[in-house]
Nanobody
Framework: HVQLVESGGGSVQAGGSLRLSCTAS????????MGWFRHAPGKEREGIAT????????TYHASVKGRFTISQDIATATLYLQLNNLKPEDTGLYYC?????????????????????????WGQGTQVTVS
């Protein structure tokens, strides 16, 4: 059973930076798509960024492209999200999520689509507040 634990959230002023971390455990293999999702007040949860294993293709929501960077350390099973030039509209609860362990085509499609319904495992979330 995959477990995900996020950390690194906080309160910052507009233009500031944060780095979120997500530590994963319980993988059956390394073939998982990892992603970050954001649930902003009054909005649906949306996929911010995803990455395939081994430093593979990353995808980004248009609103964060050029400001946020997703990366992962396979050795420590840690996923990161670097948030730069933060804006008030980036405020929300940020979740780490994973999908994998089955058909690779499903995993790759989930990474490309960034739909929360395609991801099987979720962390508890970490709050980011930008003022």
């Amino acid at each position: 059973h995959v477990q995900l634990v996020e950390s690194g959230g906080g309160s910052v002023q507009a233009g500031g930076s944060l780095r979120l971390s997500c530590t994963a455990s319980g993988y059956t293999d390394r073939k998982y798509c990892m992603g970050w999702f954001r649930h902003a007040p009054g909005k649906e949860r949306e996929g911010i960024a995803t990455i395939l294993p081994g430093g593979g293709m990353a995808t980004y929501h248009a609103s964060v492209k050029g400001r946020f960077t997703i990366s992962q350390d396979i050795a420590t099973a840690t996923l990161y999200l670097q948030l730069n030039n933060l804006k008030p509209e980036d405020t929300g609860l940020y979740y780490c999520a994973a999908v994998g362990g089955g058909q690779w085509s499903r995993t790759a499609a989930a990474c490309q689509g960034r739909r929360s319904s395609d991801f099987d495992y979720w962390g508890q979330g970490t709050q980011v507040t930008v003022s």
